[in-house]
């Protein structure tokens, strides 16, 4: 199936510091979702997007819908260690319900 | 308000044998799409239901299988384990209508074929 390219693949920062990470698509996307999974359990939403150029922020968390449909953009500011995890982009072409995730970014945050 | 429920959490079977995993979705939302997590492959589209039909369905062989009940509960079956099905399978559910179709993810079923 289709996949998402999701870079950085890992990230290590220092407790603080802010975070930028993004997904690009050879298709065009009507629906964005942000996704953060921590080790054994489900990814948990963190933010939905639903048209080209939205900027959505929930907390410390900000993500943008790319104008021409096909990338996303996640910033995290201020980061903490709760905030560690892997994060996870995903897409959707609005044919039904089906969604192709990214290959996730690894986020260690060092206290 | 509930969210996804997943059972079994775990699973133990060896090579040959089939599997049922149940996905109990958020109340209210009536479709239930079901992914597979590897290491390797990542998360990877099964298959999803929406009333009780099968309205999309990703890349797998016919080993998978899937079904929804009228309460929008699902389960998914895999015949014929072989070693390769090891991985997380997680089930997402929401409305299902295309311009409100964000996904919330029950905490997967561990299943380990040895």
């Known amino acids: 199936g289709q996949q998402l390219n999701q870079s950085p693949q890992s990230m290590f920062i220092q407790e603080g510091e802010d975070v930028s990470m993004n997904c690009t698509s050879s298709s065009i996307f009507n629906t964005w979702l942000w996704y953060k999974q921590d080790p054994g359990e489900g990814p948990v939403l963190l933010i939905a997007?639903?048209?080209?150029?939205e900027l959505t922020s929930n907390g410390r968390l900000t993500a943008q819908f790319g104008i021409t449909r096909k990338d996303s953009f996640l910033n995290i500011s201020a980061s903490i260690p709760s905030d560690v995890g892997i994060y996870f982009c995903?897409?959707?072409?609005?044919?039904?319900?089906?969604?192709?995730f990214g290959t996730g970014t690894s986020l260690t945050v060092i206290p | 308000k509930a969210g996804v429920t997943q059972t079994p959490r775990y699973l133990i079977k060896t090579r040959g044998q089939q599997v049922t995993l149940s996905c109990s979705p958020i109340s209210g939302h009536r479709s239930v799409s079901w992914y597979q997590q590897t290491p390797g492959q990542g998360l990877q589209f099964l298959f999803e239901y929406f009333s009780e039909t099968q309205r999309n369905k990703g890349n797998f062989p016919g080993r998978f299988s899937g079904r929804q009940f009228s309460n929008s509960r699902s389960e998914m079956n895999v015949s014929t384990l072989e070693l390769g099905d090891s991985a997380l399978y997680l089930c997402?559910?929401?409305?299902?209508?295309?311009?409100?179709?964000?996904?919330?993810f029950g905490p997967g079923t561990r299943l380990t074929v040895l």
């Open positions: 997007l639903y048209k080209a150029g």
């Open positions: 997402a559910s929401s409305f299902g209508r295309s311009s409100y179709n964000e996904q919330f």
């Open positions: 995903a897409g959707s072409p609005n044919t039904g319900n089906q969604f192709y």
